[in-house]
């Protein structure tokens, strides 16, 4: 253990509080701030919270910020800023285009918070309500029994995962539990992708290719970039297999279990075509599954292959969440993976069938303790990284996912929140994104800047580590390995934060 | 005669009625008109006015995609975002606004909705929200990857097939086949508990039956002549309780009809065999508790055919303990199975079927066919109002031409079968027919909440 941990000792990034002004459009509550109002400032002097500001020298106070508001609640305070307005020019009401934003999966505080611990990289308290969804099932009804906060010294904990147990090869350490996983070029932009990429870099983890190939522009955050081969073989070659640490195969994800990779024809621009060496504007479906494979045996060959081709790269093997999942995740052990990497039904995509998100294949909640067992029984469980995906939002589902069995976890959609995305929807078709993230548009793939976004996506990741170390030091840890299959910390129910209605 | 493989063509049919808005883009009266809207707007949504260029346009709300640019960008604060009352307020019980409105756009364009990002709704829920189809990592229907999908068969047959065949000394068969009827897609069209219908609408139906090669379930004389006698062999009579057995005169070409269930069913039975007996009979049964033990005397009665009737929420009729489709069809299911004889007897299962992923949920239940009803109305654009008068009715059924009724109903039906192809690719069969009962390789939510759950605190108990 403290071997792991002197391995891991890289010099973790600090958070950079990254302007992000244009993400105040929606919050839970509205100030408005009226024209009667005569800039004397009183209100500005009251606010504890810092929602009115008044800048010296400025004659007109500034607009409202309406995120730090806490509501019409707030009434019962004297500091209440409607009710001592001498001119009575303010009002507070519930956001209206709140309600619009989010599902049950993704809740409208989810974003907020979100985005916030991308702004600031400062942590949630453990049982604010925003770490879970309402989505009344899996990890929203899971929760952590939390002892009471203690005070804990970030730099004395250990967040690190091995990403390599079989005992030969090189050794990988990761010091956070988490690497991101695949979104293809096509899928989402360049810059989507570098901002990843740099953020894995500082983190010392990694981020992975997707199946859209290699973009020359990745080549140098090389080792912290994953090349996945999927079913399409789109851009595979010799060298994007050599250049990396880490060689991933995609046999199923978790959106679209079974149905192949899916870019739809506007996406496929000529840059994305030159990629993927294919026809420009038409769309591409992976065939599912990969044609070489009928068997362990021919996936075994497979992993041979790559190996052949890069003796020194770890090799993980993605896989959906089939009723057998536990079966497919001891084949693909004894063929030689390092990596097991189960991808939960509920996961994001770029474009699926709707019918198969919901329907096909388990939720990733079901599938880890299942292989997690089966892989004990077999006597194997030390050997394997097992990681989970698939709709793990935010830090304490990974630690849920650690807890019900998995070393750790891949993410993908907590990073594009980070980068602003607002879980609209619209990513697969026409020009794409319109907040510039998932998209190859030449305009629209300008909006976002990659250095912006890597700060951000960054800064979550910090917020998150703090989040595990809370949680480590509550229950008296001081590694996460220590957390694996700790399924007697957890509750299954409603969340008591809900309840209380914070 | 040529082999033709089956196929269904989609022509798109645009919707009636003005669009029901998911979002509404409110703008305040503190617009000052810069029109960074419409640069931020990749949908079109914000506009000038066409005949005074200085001003906005009100917001065109249905293309509104919920991105939050315009809001983002609006230098005034002046735009906020609501969700659509009309929409939150379409449907109720299992048909949900977001099931009417997919309903809708598969009407019109006969596709597979695919959409970015993932799953969006509640983890799980009753009924069929509680179970996940199987998939398989390596097998696959064919050789042929999502590109083979035109290999896999949705073909199913109604009646009865004899457990074995016997032949003579000569070699020669010598047990007599019974009459099967094999359509193309595991779905029949049931227009007989449809709240409206005009003439024009049935006529479509009728048409759309006939082109997908399926079956319309109707009482009889309940049709327009010429939609009867365009259907001919694809109308399935469908006589209401009462019915004198004696009087049935079955239109000509009919192949099948069904009677209601009564008490007396081994002599209606006995008559209506006697008096057409190349015709397949079906009985109508109204699905309450105890279903099992009627379908088994029903089979040991030698009859092939049974349509089991839902409510519309997919319910079992009955005072109290009723069961959702899926248990109701589970127990059907394994009765039969347990004594061996599911393969006599055809299953038609309707009521509750609401979306796509209903129709493959509802056969790995146990039915072999699956029946259409509301969603037939749904596809016109109904929007499921209370009361069904069409005097008022909001989207004009009665402008409702045949041409676009057959247009509509076949771009449904043309991308549920789409979606049965996916989720049988998935789960590496080649055939719809091997998806029936196989539950097994379906997920059940309560099943594996107590696999994955059971030694946590508060969850289920291993029981």
């Known amino acids: ?502 | 005669m040529a082999y033709e493989r089956y196929h269904i063509s989609f022509a798109s049919a645009p919707n009636r009625a003005p669009p029901v808005p998911k979002f509404m883009i409110v703008r305040a009266d503190n617009c000052v008109n810069c029109g960074k809207c419409e640069r931020a707007c990749i949908y079109g949504v914000h506009k000038r006015k066409e005949d005074d260029p200085r001003k906005m346009q009100d917001p065109i709300n249905h293309l509104c995609k919920n991105c939050f640019m315009c809001i983002q960008e609006c230098p005034q604060g002046s735009l906020s975002m609501v969700p659509g009352p009309e929409y939150n307020a379409l449907g109720r019980g299992i048909w949900t606004s977001l099931r009417i409105s997919t309903i809708w756009s598969e009407s019109e364009t006969g596709r597979i909705p695919v959409l970015g990002a993932g799953y969006r709704g509640m983890f799980a829920g009753p009924g069929f929200d509680g179970m996940w189809t199987d998939m398989s990592e390596i097998v696959r229907p064919t050789r042929d990857g999502i590109h083979g999908r035109e290999y896999i068969s949705t073909s199913v047959d109604i009646g009865s097939k004899p457990p074995w065949l016997e032949f003579s000394k000569e070699g020669e068969p010598v047990t007599s086949m019974p009459q099967l009827i094999e359509l193309q897609i595991p779905t029949v069209m049931d227009t007989t508990r449809l709240r409206a219908s005009t003439d024009e609408v049935l006529l479509g139906f009728a048409r759309a039956a006939r082109r997908l090669d399926s079956l319309l379930l109707a009482a009889p004389g309940s049709l327009p002549e010429d939609a009867e006698a365009e259907l001919n062999s694809h109308f399935v009579p469908v006589y209401p309780e009462g019915t004198d057995i004696r009087s049935i005169l079955l239109p000509k070409g009919v192949r099948m009809a069904e009677l209601p269930f009564t008490p007396a069913w081994k002599e209606d039975a006995k008559r209506f065999k006697s008096m057409y007996p190349n015709a397949v009979l079906a009985f109508r049964m109204r699905a309450t508790k105890g279903l099992e033990k009627t379908l088994l005397a029903l089979v040991r009665g030698n009859v092939d055919v049974v349509h089991l009737v839902y409510d519309e929420d997919g319910m079992e009729f009955g005072p109290s303990a009723r069961r959702h489709e899926k248990d109701s069809l589970k127990a059907a299911h394994m009765a039969l199975v347990g004594k061996s004889v599911r393969d006599q007897i055809t299953l038609i299962a309707g009521g509750g079927i609401a979306a796509a992923e209903h129709v493959p949920k509802t056969i790995i239940c146990g039915a072999d066919v699956v029946s259409l009803e509301k969603a037939l109305l749904i596809a016109l654009e109904c929007r499921d109002c209370v009361t069904c008068s069409l005097g008022s009715c909001p989207i004009h059924l009665k402008g409702a031409s045949a041409e676009w009724v057959e247009a509509r109903v076949t771009n449904l039906v043309g991308a549920w079968r789409d979606q049965l192809l996916e989720v049988l690719g998935a789960m590496g069969l080649r055939e719809v027919r091997r998806l029936r009962g196989e539950l097994g390789r379906a997920i059940f939510h309560e099943d594996v909440e107590r696999e994955s759950f059971s030694d946590i605190e508060g969850g289920a108990s291993r029981g």
């Not at chain 1, 019409?72 to 001119?87: G, I, L, M, Q, R």
């Open chain 1, 1 to 502: 253990m403290g071997d792991r941990k002197r391995r891991c000792a890289s010099v973790l990034p600090q958070q950079a509080p990254t302007p992000s002004e244009h993400l105040r459009f929606v919050n839970r509550f509205t100030v408005t701030r009226a024209d009667t109002c005569i800039s004397c400032g009183l209100c500005a002097s009251l606010c504890p919270y810092g929602v009115h500001k008044r800048v010296e020298g400025h004659a007109k106070i500034l607009p409202p910020d309406d995120r730090k508001c806490i509501g019409p609640s707030c009434e019962v305070n004297y500091f209440f800023c409607v009710a001592n307005c001498p001119t009575n020019s303010l009002s507070i009401r519930k956001s209206e285009t709140y309600a619009s934003l989010g599902d049950p999966r993704w809740t409208p505080e989810m974003i907020l918070a979100t985005w916030a611990m991308a702004e600031t990289g400062k942590p949630l308290p453990l049982d604010h309500q925003s770490n879970t969804g309402a989505s009344g099932g899996g990890f929203d009804k899971l929760h952590f029994k939390l002892p009471e906060p203690r005070k804990f010294e970030p730099d004395e904990m250990s967040t690190a995962i091995e990403l390599n147990r079989r005992g030969s090869g090189p050794e990988i350490c990761i010091p956070i539990p988490i690497y991101g996983g695949g979104m293809s070029f096509g899928s989402v932009s360049v810059h989507t992708m570098l901002a990843r990429a740099k953020a894995a870099k500082a983190w010392d983890t990694f981020t992975c290719t997707g199946e859209g190939g290699y973009p020359a522009a990745l080549v140098p955050y090389k080792d912290h970039v994953i090349t996945q081969i999927a079913t399409g073989l789109f851009g595979v070659r010799e060298e994007t297999i050599q250049r990396s640490r880490i060689v991933e195969f995609k046999y199923a994800q978790g959106a679209k279990p079974g149905l192949g990779g899916h870019l739809l024809h506007d996406k496929n621009t000529p840059e994305v075509a030159r990629m993927r060496e294919a026809v420009p504007y038409t769309s591409l479906f992976s065939p599912f599954p990969f044609h070489s494979v009928y068997s362990v045996e021919d996936h075994k060959k497979h992993l041979d292959w790559v190996h052949s081709i890069n003796p020194s790269s770890l090799l993980a093997v993605k896989v959906s969440t089939p009723n057998d999942v536990e079966m497919v995740s001891v084949g693909s052990y004894y063929a030689g993976a390092h990596i097991v990497h189960l991808d939960g039904g509920y996961g994001g995509t770029g474009a699926a069938p709707e019918i198969a998100k919901k329907n096909i294949a388990m939720p990733i909640e079901y599938a880890i303790p299942k292989v997690h067992r089966f892989l004990v029984k077999e006597g194997i469980r030390e050997q394997v990284t097992l990681l989970a995906s698939g709709g793990l939002r935010t830090a304490m589902d990974v630690a849920k996912s650690i807890a019900l069995g998995a070393d750790g976890a891949v993410i993908g959609t907590s990073d594009l929140v980070a980068l602003s995305c607002v879980r609209c929807g619209n990513c697969e078709s026409g020009r794409g994104c319109p907040r510039g993230i998932a998209t190859t548009d030449s305009t629209l793939d300008k909006i976002m800047d990659s250095e912006w976004g890597a700060r951000r996506i960054s800064n979550l990741y910090g917020a998150w580590r703090l989040q595990w170390c809370d949680l480590l030091s509550r229950l008296g840890m001081t590694e996460i390995s220590e957390l694996r299959g700790r399924t007697d910390l957890l509750r299954h129910g409603d969340n008591p934060a809900r309840e209380v209605g914070r």
